[in-house]
């Protein structure tokens, strides 16, 4: 029986399925961005922005949309939040913008976004989609964060900007440079599989 | 039955579409003044950046190129500013260069690489840029490449410093008949 | 970003240098998710080949135009999905009345391209690198083949790896990762190709 709100939806962004440890989507802006703390904090907001206001809608209008025509409404939906996203980061922070660069406005074929709009908010009630499409945007962001402590932290000696390592530390630049992304999260996995194995026993 | 079903389908397509279409276009009209004003104060800071004495930046297109001539506060054409393209290691770098009325460089700012990090990228220091000030064309090679250049590379980029010298040092000699009045 | 005349050199930059999949992490999704078959993978390398020139194409005609003249640029994202979208639609249609031997073959990766942000990630660095219509013809061509290529040697490795003594927490998806981080090294190498 669905519950009017339940908070489940939520965490279980957070964690228990959390989208990219556990769905495996969204790898593209994931490791594209990740060298770099501020600019994942960025496309975290972005993302999560996208991802909650078009479960909203969708959700909103899930009743009057016919089934064949479910996924070109849907993606037309996203797209029109992505491209208000793309232009407000360009007014309010150009440096974000440019760095983000193409993968702004690739948040609409983000298997995330339109994963969560068919599986979910065209299914359920508002407030539900509006916790799920958070949960699992903050699951994100929290993944991409953590992976460009690492990679920043280490690769270049800063996070944010700021040295985090003594004067005489070299920067271990390979987790900067595209292989380092890949390295990063395929041992994540391997963690999170490590710990999922734990709890079993 | 089912052609009823398509319409309707394709009627909530263009319906939704339409709204979204409007929307946009709102959103647009909204940012764009923004988006415009912060570029021209990007250009503008690093054409001050240059010439610090420049008080007005004149965009003037001669043929394909473009530069700004800059005016200092007495209304005198203090030198000029061009943007140009260089090959380097990992494509083309876009850089800015201040050239000032005795044909010397007044200083270098590089807009976009793609050169490695911690290597190639070294040239957007000012540790490297900053030899260029008040060097002339003559002067304007690699140390390791003529005797007569004064500019040190990068230790393990020197593809990429080689591509900062040659990319200005083409540009001048191009311009080296058209004389700043 | 790439305005050299010389078009070889625009097709080699997207095929090795700047490899859409290992550098520049476009297309990641479908590329972890097929490549444990080669078979797969070379259906899927085809697929991407022939959708991503046929809608870059079209999205960089669109855009010039039909966008730019009238000054809709930010209708940008929308247009060039829905063209996507709809191109691959028409081309399942087209190839399953006329191909169907292709179709066998081809046939179930050409909608899942759709949401592939490699094709729509193309198209746009196409417009801004400010290419020009045959500029842009190239680089999708290129980009495409260093996808398929990319992926085969994907597959290649994964099918080896699958007989190979791995630590349990290692198995399947991280192995996976760690092996695309070895092949964006090698393809790193690449970078000072410019030069010859």
Same mark, same amino acid.
């Given at each position: ?42 496309m ?7 991802l ?113 390592f003594p004067e ?23 963690l ?10 | ?81 061009? #943007? $140009?393209? =260089? ?5 083309? %770098? ?7 009325? !005795?044909? /010397? @460089? ?33 002067n ?6 003529n ?10 980029? #020197? $593809?990429? =410093? ?5 990319? %200005? ?7 080296? !008949?058209? /004389? @700043?009045? | ?25 476009l ?39 039909i ?12 247009t ?46 196409g ?44 198995k ?7 092996t ?17």
């Open positions: 029986m669905k519950r009017l709100i339940d908070f489940k939806n939520f965490t279980k962004g957070i964690w228990k399925e959390n989208p990219v440890l556990y769905l495996m989507l969204g790898l593209c802006p994931l490791l594209a961005i990740s060298g770099s703390v501020s600019d994942s904090i960025g975290g907001i972005a993302f999560t922005f996208v909650v206001c078009s479960n909203i809608i969708i959700s909103l209008i899930r009743r009057f949309v016919p089934a064949h025509v479910r996924i070109p409404v849907f993606i037309v939906i996203i797209a029109t939040f992505v491209t208000i996203t793309d232009y407000s980061v360009a007014a309010f922070s150009p440096q974000l913008h440019k760095n983000l660069g193409v993968f702004l406005p690739l948040i609409v074929v983000n298997c995330i976004v339109l994963g969560r709009a068919e599986a979910f908010a065209s299914k359920n009630n508002v407030i539900n989609s509006f916790l799920d499409g958070l949960g699992m945007g903050i699951g994100f962001t929290i993944i991409i964060v953590f992976m460009a402590v690492i990679r920043e932290g280490i690769g270049n000696g800063t996070i944010m900007g700021r040295p985090v005489n530390y070299k920067p271990f630049l390979f987790m900067i440079l595209p292989p380092g992304a890949f390295l990063v999260i395929g041992f994540l996995i391997a999170k599989n490590t710990i999922k194995g734990r709890r079993k026993c | 039955m089912k052609r009823k079903e398509i319409i309707g389908g394709i009627i909530v397509l263009f319906l939704v579409t339409s709204l979204c279409g409007f929307l946009l276009a709102e959103v647009y009209k909204a940012t764009s003044p923004k988006i415009e004003k912060q570029k021209r104060l990007e250009e503008e800071k690093l054409n001050k950046e240059i010439f610090p004495e420049g008080e007005k930046f004149e965009k003037v297109k001669k043929g394909d190129v473009e530069y700004f001539v800059v005016y200092d506060k007495k209304k005198r054409k203090i030198g000029r500013i061009y #943007t $140009i393209k =260089s090959l380097g290691y990992g494509g083309y %770098i876009y850089l800015k260069v201040g050239i000032d009325n !005795n044909f /010397k @460089i007044k200083g270098v700012k590089i807009l976009q690489h793609n050169e490695t990090p911690g290597l190639g990228a070294k040239i957007t220091e000012d540790k490297f840029l900053n030899q260029f000030k008040n060097i002339g064309i003559e304007l090679y690699l140390k390791k490449d005797p007569k250049g004064k500019i040190d590379s990068i230790t393990g980029a #020197t $593809i990429s =410093s080689r591509a900062v010298v040659n990319g %200005i040092r083409k540009l001048m000699e191009k311009i080296k !008949n058209e /004389k @700043i009045d | 970003m790439l305005n050299e005349q010389n078009l070889f050199l625009i097709f080699l930059s997207a095929f090795l240098v700047n490899n859409i999949l290992l550098i520049k992490f297309g990641l999704c479908s590329f972890f998710g097929i490549s444990s078959d080669i078979k797969a993978s070379v259906g899927m390398g085809l697929a991407v080949i022939f959708v991503m020139v046929m809608a870059c194409s079209v999205s960089w005609v669109v855009y010039h135009y966008l730019a003249p009238f000054h809709l640029e930010f209708l940008r994202t929308l060039f999905i829905l063209t996507i979208a709809s191109l691959v639609q028409f081309e399942e249609i087209f190839i399953r009345k006329k191909a169907p031997a292709l179709y066998k073959s081809l046939g179930i990766y050409l909608p899942l391209i759709t949401t592939n942000c490699a094709i729509l990630g193309v198209a746009f660095l417009i801004d690198y400010k290419l020009t219509f045959i500029q842009n013809l190239l680089y999708s061509f290129g980009a495409s083949c260093g996808y398929c290529l990319s992926i085969l040697l994907f597959a290649g490795i994964r099918e080896k790896l699958s007989t190979a003594p791995i630590p349990e927490n290692l399947g998806i991280p192995i996976a990762f760690i695309a981080s070895l092949m964006s090294l090698a393809f790193l190498g690449f970078k000072g190709l410019f030069k010859l």
